[in-house]
């Protein structure tokens, strides 16, 4: 499947090409020290380093640096056939993700006549939930993620995210109403040609921004340790 790879040694899932979107995304001034994570909550080694990232993120925001999220895109659109080729596919990439990492899989997914692979609304999804979630933003994130691998609900459909809602105490109408945004599209969208701007080929993806410099911490699976000892690294080399 050249449109979906991921990739078990490496632990990394390729992003498809983007086909409908070419307006150039703005860039806002990072602070100092920031970790941005690239990420896609229907990538399945995003799904599997959620706890990694999760340590990652509370270590670093206690200490005072910012954490932020840039929705990958891995398939917008989708478009696959759902045959038993692709869920085979899928399938098998679940299961190496879970050998790995230990993340729990639901597999009823692989029971449905039809199901079209579109990564776009999930990302949609936390983009809308920003304005709800403040700095709870990675957990809805992995709410998302949870809804989809271990119920094999839709998140293209708006009342997959009424119980998340719930969980966070969004109101689920107003939710509702700025996911379907055509403004919420289009930031959408935009974060998905900033990351590939940046060179990102793959999720999940973690790198220090600092005022003039991005510096790789993780393409791929890693664990907290991993991040953390590479975030140091870097803390050193930039260090004035």
């Not at 979906?4 to 100092?32: I, M």
């Not at 989708?78 to 790995?100: A, P, S």
């Not at 709410?143 to 293209?156: C, G, L, S």
Request: glycine share 6%; with cysteine; proline share 5%.
């Amino acid at each position: 499947m050249d449109n979906q790879n991921c990739d078990p040694v490496t632990g990394v899932c390729t992003p498809a090409a983007l086909t409908s979107f070419t307006e150039e995304a703005t860039e806002v001034n990072p602070n100092p020290l920031e970790i941005v994570y690239v990420g896609d909550p229907m990538c399945s080694w995003c799904w599997g380093i959620a706890k990694e990232l999760k340590a990652l993120q509370a270590y670093y925001v206690s200490k005072g640096n910012e954490f932020k999220i840039v929705v990958g895109g891995l398939r917008p659109g989708g478009g696959e056939q759902w045959n038993e080729q692709f869920k085979n596919f899928l399938k098998h990439h679940w299961e190496e993700v879970n050998k790995r990492s230990g993340q729990e899989f639901g597999y009823q997914l692989f029971e449905r006549e039809e199901f079209n692979y579109d990564t776009e609304p999930a990302c949609r999804a936390v983009v809308a939930a920003r304005s709800f979630v403040g700095d709870q933003e990675l957990a809805f994130f992995e709410a998302v993620q949870r809804r989809f691998y271990v119920y094999n609900e839709d998140p293209k459909d708006v009342n997959f995210y009424q119980p998340i809602c719930k969980e966070f105490s969004i109101d689920f109408d107003a939710f509702a109403k700025i996911f379907q945004d055509q403004a919420t599209i289009k930031a959408t969208h935009e974060e998905f040609v900033l990351n590939r701007s940046w060179g990102v080929r793959g999720y999940p993806s973690i790198v220090v921004k600092t005022e003039d410099q991005m510096y790789l911490v993780a393409n791929g699976y890693a664990t907290f340790e991993q991040m953390k000892s590479r975030v140091e690294a870097i803390r050193e080399e930039v260090a004035p």
